[in-house]
């Protein structure tokens, strides 16, 4: 057989492709000398964060701390100092600017504070970076000083002078004045290569006061991936043009007194919403429909004229919801929402509705914008306000900025590493099986449901303007919000006519989908890890969305350690349930650790007294033995290239591909 009959034609063009990097057998082997290096290296560590809902500061510092990795790697690498100076150098990389501000000016020797300060910081950057390639340790330095970091990580100062190469280049950053830039340029080294990767399952946006700016530090991280949310798929939707999810985000967004990440984060006014909310709805009860002011300060300081205002706006864009959700039910059969038309079930003329054959009396009856016999139209003024919203969020170029990372960061669900990573969860009935979503004649369940769920998501963004596939998809979003069959949402029903109009919380109830009983067993975990490609017995579920009740003794853990629910009350609007301020997730190379946070003091107790957030492990998920690049997705690729190179190696060494062959052709 002549050597050529050994590859195919594919693999031949595959080859010559690869030739053209790779032009020798010499430089192909030393490509597979440093891969196999590589695969040696330990697995890096994952960060996973779960409905952090808006709650900024608290996020920023658990980012920046790494959910206390970098305090433990302070305490194991100066196991001698003072437990103040290790607490006071944790805030320093934490927050580098201000609290150098704090530190120097109760400093007597500026000198030898910036001496002992830089040597403890590069220390520590040299234990976190040592497990890396430093390859990928210069693409983590900032430009402007990436040479000189780089020579002070990688000083040995066994050799003759190098002690005092050393602190030569120290000495001079301190002459020149460039000291307090470059320690805010060793910490952010830090607090990059503390953490490979950051993964977000979901929820940023509502509830807490500034979703925008946590926005902000998610388009700046230097890896970050995303499964998004019921509550950041209904602001997709509105970023997109969707009305019916416009309404949504404002009737939150009143709710929980988010206004400002409205008016002043995102740019978008509401005087057309605020005008139209005065001239008919200048009777609405402030009570009734009173904004959730969970701050005592801002509680304290709240104006009067501020609370019938909001109140008569969240009335206003609630009743417009209400109409919007039933246009977009009663086009949507397959949505199977029937059950959410209660316009037309209410007796307006005795102040009461019918739910599910029972009637109701009603807090609030007084609709001047509701036609009962035609209760689902818009007046022509709710929909002039409407069109001003929908040009509003859709000229928003920081909001679309914002939603743009999301589809391009962001998925339905995603595996990694032999992890399966979602928001709500995989639909299922009482006997363990999918569940189905027919939709325009077909159906959808399992994995297959998650992808098409991403496909008219994407087709709500990016579909052409005004086509049938936009328009579809914009409707999608809606349901994706509160859809019962939606993997971000999982529930049977959203009550919320329930709780703004009856005062019966028995009306409340939404029942959660059979997935959250059934994956208590550790087969019917497995069952769906199965379904998304994963057979590995180490392979996990890390869920978001439901919040874990800590405090009434609700576990994280469930199916014998197969999933991990890392929703732990991240928003103030949520600890009273929970118990505690959020989990989150640390997975390295020797251990999966569960974090659980108490409530943030504020950045001002970080800086001024070192006060961090109080955090303790909650699940520790012991590794059989130390995982490597070797066992991660990037190994799994990197190995691919070792077999592709050696392939390369075996076609030059049997004449099929000539070496040089850019040359020589």
Known sequence: ?????????????????????????????????????????????????????????????????????????????????????????????????????????????????????????????????????RSKVRKALPEEYAYVIDELLNTDFTLNNKQDYYDNIISTIISIDEAPDFIEAVCTVIKHLIVDRLHIIGDVFDRGPRADLIMDDLTRHHSVDFQWGNHDAVWMGAAAGSPICIATVLSNSILYNNLFVIESGYGISLRKLAVFADEFYSMTDVHSFATRILDKKEKEHAKLKDLVRTARMSKAITVILFKLMGQVIKRNPDFEMDDRLLLDKVRYDKGTVDLYGTEYPMNDCDFPTIDPNDPYKLTEEESDVMQNLVLEFRESKRLQNHIRFLYKVGHMYLVYNKNLLLHGGVPMNEDGTFKELEYEGKTYSGKALFDFCEKKARDAYFGPEGSKQRESGLDFMFYLWCGKKSPLFCKDRITTFERRFVDDKATWKETKDPYYTLTMEEENCIKILNEFGLNDPDSHIINGHVPVKKRDGESPIRGNGRLLNIDGGFSKAYQKTTGIAGYSLIYNSYVIKLVAHEPFPGKEEVLANNKDIQSMTDINLELGHRLMISDTDIGAKLQKNIDRLKKLMDAYANGVIPENLGKND
């Not at 960060?47 to 608290?58: E, P, R, T």
């Not at 305090?71 to 990389?93: G, H, N, P, Y």
């Open 1 to 133: 057989m002549h050597e050529t009959e050994r590859y195919s034609p594919y693999e031949i063009e595959y080859l010559r492709l690869l030739a053209k990097e790779y032009p020798t057998s010499q430089k192909a082997a030393t490509e597979i000398i440093n891969l196999n290096a590589i695969l040696a290296l330990p697995k890096a560590t994952e960060h996973f964060m779960s409905d952090v809902h808006g709650q900024n500061d608290a996020f920023t510092h658990v980012v920046n701390s790494a959910s206390g990795a970098i305090r433990d790697k302070i305490d194991t690498l100066f196991a001698d100092m003072d437990e103040e100076d290790r607490a006071t150098l944790a805030s320093l990389v934490y927050y580098p600017r201000e609290k150098l501000e704090i530190l120097l000016a109760d400093e007597d020797d500026e000198l030898e504070f910036y001496k002992t300060t830089l040597n403890n910081l590069i220390e520590l950057c040299h234990f976190i970076t040592a497990k890396y390639t």
